[in-house]
């Protein structure tokens, strides 16, 4: 059994997590401070659920009150740290890129402060695919370089990962970033797009498809992910000796106890299409309004998995139209629509 303290839980990852580690019987507490960026009743329904399962504990503050999450964190005593907190979203970076600098920077770096105070085994912290950013070649690699970011979301999670490999070489903290590919599924966030999709469709309310439709996502159901991460946890980075102890293909870092991982179901599925799939699951057809590309949006994202297959044995693999399937079933339920 372990103590695990995952930051977000009452976000659409971080229920997911906190849900499979319940089952499996671990003890989880859970810090999160239900920011009003997207419908606050959707994550108090999260936390509900989870409370009502044995083995939870909360504290409701933000990450940038360090003195409360150093305090929840003291108490709680984890082992572990799964930090999935943030300000999501890539969009709402052009409109509000202060609430990125907070949360995603003072947040996190307050995330890193207490894993080294409490000396946890591992820590382990949210990442996104849009640390390619401008990056052509695919499949994306936790090797290549990754220097282009295209918005203050990318930016301030590119820096997160930089700030991290420099606690994991001071301090000795084992730590995994992960970057994760669109993560969808029931639970999901209502700011992406198959949720946005789904509502407009129903309502009769006509969709954007930007780009014309010409563009790609690597979308990874929700399970998957979760499962990628709880393997991970196992999966705990050691320094090298030298970087010749490094396997082609890792991306454990010649000076810390530290690795880059991607979450992706390494398959790309174009937005029309996803749009065709999308209205056959929920049996109504779309009304579509082409645009133009949107400022800051990457035109395709594609996982190699094969590191995180390596470490774990595992690679996510629902396909798309059935994880589909399971989030509009999720979404007609939840909203009775
Ligand atoms: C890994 C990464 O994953 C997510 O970022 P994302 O991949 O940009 O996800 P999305 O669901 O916002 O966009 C998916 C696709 O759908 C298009 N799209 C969006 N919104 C509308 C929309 O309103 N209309 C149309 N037509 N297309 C849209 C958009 O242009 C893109 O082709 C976040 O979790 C982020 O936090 C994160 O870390």
């Known amino acids: 059994m372990k103590r695990v303290l995952i930051t977000g839980t009452a976000g659409f990852i971080g229920f997911h997590l906190a849900r499979l580690l319940l089952e499996e019987g671990h003890q989880?507490?859970?810090?999160?401070?239900?920011?009003?960026?997207?419908?606050?009743?959707?994550k108090q329904a999260r936390h509900r659920i989870l409370e009502g399962m044995p083995g939870f504990g909360k504290t409701e503050a933000l990450l940038e009150d360090a003195d409360t999450l150093f305090q929840a964190a003291r108490d709680f005593a984890p082992d572990v740290i799964v930090h999935l907190a943030a300000q999501a979203g890539v969009r709402y970076s052009l409109e509000n890129p202060r609430a990125y600098v907070e949360a995603n920077i003072v947040g996190t770096f307050n995330v890193m402060e207490i894993a080294r105070e409490l000396k946890i085994s591992h820590l382990l912290m949210a990442s996104t695919s849009s640390a390619y950013g401008a990056n052509e070649e695919m499949p994306f690699k936790e090797t290549d370089k990754a220097d282009t970011p295209l918005t203050m979301y990318a930016a301030t999670k590119k820096a997160n990962e930089v700030m991290?490999?420099?606690?994991?070489?001071?301090?000795?903290?084992?730590?995994?970033m992960f970057r994760f590919f669109t993560v969808y599924g029931p639970w999901m966030r209502p700011d992406l797009a198959p949720f946005k999709f789904?509502?407009?469709?129903?309502?009769g309310r006509p969709i954007d498809i930007y780009n014309h439709g010409e563009m790609y996502r690597d979308f990874t159901y929700v399970d998957d992910l979760v499962r990628g991460i709880r393997l991970l946890m196992d999966a705990v980075p050691a320094r090298p000796a030298s970087s010749a102890d490094i396997a082609p293909g890792d991306s454990l870092s010649p000076a810390a106890p530290f690795r880059i991982v991607n979450i992706g179901n390494s398959t790309r599925v174009k937005?029309?299409?996803f749009v065709d799939i999308i209205e056959a699951e929920l049996g109504v057809k779309a009304i579509r309004n082409y645009m133009d590309m949107q400022p800051g949006d990457v035109p395709a994202t594609w996982a190699d998995a094969s590191l995180l297959q390596s470490l774990t044995g595992y690679r996510p693999q629902t396909e798309f139209r059935d994880g589909i399937a399971k989030f509009v079933s999720w979404f007609r339920?939840?909203?009775?629509?």
């Open 164 to 176: 991290a490999h420099s606690y994991a070489h001071l301090w000795d903290l084992p730590t995994t």
């Open 198 to 203: 789904a509502d407009a469709i129903l309502a």
């Open 333 to 337: 339920e939840y909203y009775g629509r």
């Open 271 to 273: 937005l029309l299409d």
């Open 28 to 42: 989880v507490h859970g810090y999160d401070a239900l920011t009003d960026y997207y419908d606050v009743t959707l």
